[in-house]
């Protein structure tokens, strides 16, 4: 079991940053794959970013490339989400997720991040 808690969002102006930071404990070192989705009013979720735990490869989904940064400190078992240049529409509840080595995934309760134009 892998238990997930974020922390950083807020209310920020168009053109603004934020930060996330999600911390991890439980089974860390069954974690194969971190990352980041959103899910936005009366939209489905959607995923953000990922990090794979060895080696460190980075992905991004199309709308936040070139905007937001994904990276991890391994010593506090901690993901972060920079968020840079946001804009109105990455206003959402984001999550952050773990997943194993045997596909399974575990979920934060989430964070609200309002991008105000």
């Known amino acids: 079991q892998v238990q997930l808690v974020e922390f950083g969002g807020g209310l920020v102006q168009a053109g603004g940053s934020l930060r996330l930071s999600c911390a991890a404990s439980?089974?860390?070192?069954?974690?194969?794959?971190m990352g980041w989705y959103r899910q936005a009013p009366g939209k489905q979720r959607e995923w953000v970013a990922a990090i794979i735990t060895d080696g460190g490869r980075t992905n991004y989904a199309d709308s936040v490339k070139g905007r937001f940064t994904i990276s991890r400190d391994n010593a506090k078992n901690t993901v972060y989400l920079q968020m840079n240049s946001l804009k109105p529409e990455d206003t959402a509840v984001y999550y952050c997720n773990a997943q194993n080595s045997g596909f399974a995934n575990s979920w934060g309760q989430g964070t609200q991040v309002t991008v105000s134009s």
């Open positions: 439980g089974s860390i070192s069954s974690i194969r794959v």
